[in-house]
């Protein structure tokens, strides 16, 4: 079961925590900063804008702008002071616990198409994953992905000319996955938030077919989870001073939700809570309120 209490994604550029430093132990990569190259020029295997995607993301420490990526940030702890303070209206909000488990049955990576049914893009991305804490465990973590790396490159050396596209597109998925992680580091110090990730990465205005890709995406959403994601929506809000990239996710609250926890500073009582849920034609939830007291 997963608590939080966001419902749109935010679209944001992630950052490249010690993937160098894996791709190097995993003899990908020599040199660093400037000096940083690719040994044995392995990454032309890659299709030109991937080729693009990993330099930049290595060279420059950010995920370029032709992938925006949206996330949702989801904890494990339903009844804890901090996470009430800081996303719960300071203990007058409510958490929802939610069972997603749907969404890590299908792998990364999956092809949308055009109202044609012709393939637009084979590599769009979503992940749901626990966030790993600390700098050891991400580095172990992204050795993991760096040898599986060099497992495709290897293989596909020795392929020669035949049987080489599967092996291509494992590698194609594996190089993605390792950017795409860098979504999923935190340092130890957020540990206690005992955090899940919900991570979809779309295209940006600064591409081509833009809006094209992005509505084949919101299409392509709520197929790939049938019965969880009842509608996905591409939105710009006002946030302060800047305009925010989002995407409104609809998720099938009958399905997916389990339980309430009512704030320790909500005047909300259950029977408001299980009004509101019957509303909204959700029945049988198991609503609690906080064990937490702010005296």
């Known amino acids: 079961m997963r608590h939080h209490e966001i419902q749109r994604f935010r ?5 490249i925590r010690g993937g160098a430093d894996s791709l190097r132990r995993a003899g990908l990569v ?5 000096a940083l190259r690719f040994a044995d020029d392995w990454v032309d295997m890659l299709r030109p804008d991937y080729r693009t995607l990993l330099r930049e993301a290595l060279g420059e ?17 339903p009844d804890q002071l901090s996470q009430w303070r800081a996303y719960g209206d300071d203990g007058r909000g409510v958490a929802l616990g939610f069972e997603l488990s749907d969404f890590t049955k299908s792998p990364p990576s999956f092809t949308i198409v055009d109202d044609g049914d012709h393939p637009l893009e084979s590599h769009m991305m979503t992940m749901y994953r626990p966030i790993i804490y600390g700098h050891g465990r991400s580095a172990a973590y992204f050795d993991m992905l760096a040898a599986r790396i060099a497992r495709d490159v290897h293989g596909l050396r020795d392929a020669g000319d035949g049987g080489c596209d599967a092996i291509r597109a494992r590698l194609l998925d594996a ?11 935190k340092k130890r110090f957020f540990r206690e938030e005992r955090e899940w990730r919900l991570a979809v990465w779309g295209p940006s205005a600064n591409i081509e077919r833009f809006g094209q890709l992005q509505d084949a995406l919101a299409a392509a959403l709520p197929q790939r989870f049938a019965g969880v994601v009842t509608h996905a929506r591409f939105l710009v809000l006002p946030r302060a001073d800047r305009l925010v990239p989002t995407l409104d996710l609809g998720i099938n609250l009958r399905r997916t939700l389990r339980h309430v926890v009512i704030g320790p500073r909500c005047a909300a009582g259950v029977p408001d809570i299980r009004m509101l849920l019957a509303s909204a034609g959700v029945a049988g939830i198991d609503v609690t309120h906080s064990r937490g007291t702010y005296r």
């Open 175 to 185: 190089t993605l996955e390792f950017i795409a992680s860098t979504a999923f580091c």
């Open 11 to 15: 679209g944001d550029h992630v950052r």
């Open 61 to 77: 420490h950010l995920l370029p702008p032709n992938r925006l990526c949206y996330a949702v940030y989801l904890s494990q702890k």
């Open 30 to 34: 020599a040199g660093s900063g400037a």
